[in-house]
């Protein structure tokens, strides 16, 4: 079972989230995590992550991204700067198109390679779907098995 840290911002919309996607993880409010995933920088925290956690953080917060870069985790970043991780390369109403621009290797070991790949978001923002995707792909999911409608 893969613990998931996050921000209270995000806690209910995660839990919702492991579940429907039927991910073998749990929310701890534990510092020993497998993963995090973090929109405000909380430098007490971040200090007491173990090294080999992966952070999913929100990529245009730049005091976030700054202190992160201070620490030896992996970190996957989400936002529409160019340099992040994960970004989106079109929106509408009912869909994104979201950008893997690096290579991201999930807890099992597995490598996803840069892609794009449509996703269907009625209720989350572009930024939560960001988010909550590289969860999804962290936790192993596959990219094309991916919808995150009604969350």
């Given at each position: 079972m893969l613990l998931v840290r996050?921000?209270?911002?995000f806690k209910k919309?995660?839990?919702?989230?492991?579940?429907?996607?039927?991910?073998?993880?749990?929310?701890?409010?534990?510092?020993?995590?497998?993963?995090c995933v973090m929109e405000e920088t909380d430098a007490?925290?971040?200090?007491?992550?173990?090294?080999?956690?992966?952070?999913?953080?929100?990529?245009?917060?730049h005091d976030l991204v700054m202190t992160l870069g201070q620490?030896?985790?992996k970190v996957i970043t989400c936002g529409l700067a160019g340099i992040c991780t994960i970004t989106l390369s079109s929106i509408t109403d009912e869909e994104i198109v979201v950008c893997i621009q690096?290579?991201?290797?999930?807890?099992?070991?597995?490598?996803?390679m840069p892609q794009e790949i449509p996703v269907k978001t009625k209720s989350l923002t572009p930024h939560d779907a960001m988010l909550m995707y590289a969860l999804a792909l962290v936790c192993g999911e596959k990219p094309d098995k991916l919808i995150l409608e009604g969350r």
């Amino acid at each position: 079972m893969l613990l998931v840290r996050c921000d209270k911002r995000f806690k209910k919309m995660t839990e919702k989230f492991l579940k429907e996607m039927n991910l073998s993880a749990e929310i701890t409010d534990d510092d020993i995590c497998d993963v995090c995933v973090m929109e405000e920088t909380d430098a007490a925290f971040i200090h007491n992550i173990p090294a080999d956690s992966i952070i999913i953080a929100n990529g245009d917060n730049h005091d976030l991204v700054m202190t992160l870069g201070q620490y030896n985790n992996k970190v996957i970043t989400c936002g529409l700067a160019g340099i992040c991780t994960i970004t989106l390369s079109s929106i509408t109403d009912e869909e994104i198109v979201v950008c893997i621009q690096r290579n991201i290797t999930d807890l099992c070991g597995k490598c996803i390679m840069p892609q794009e790949i449509p996703v269907k978001t009625k209720s989350l923002t572009p930024h939560d779907a960001m988010l909550m995707y590289a969860l999804a792909l962290v936790c192993g999911e596959k990219p094309d098995k991916l919808i995150l409608e009604g969350r």
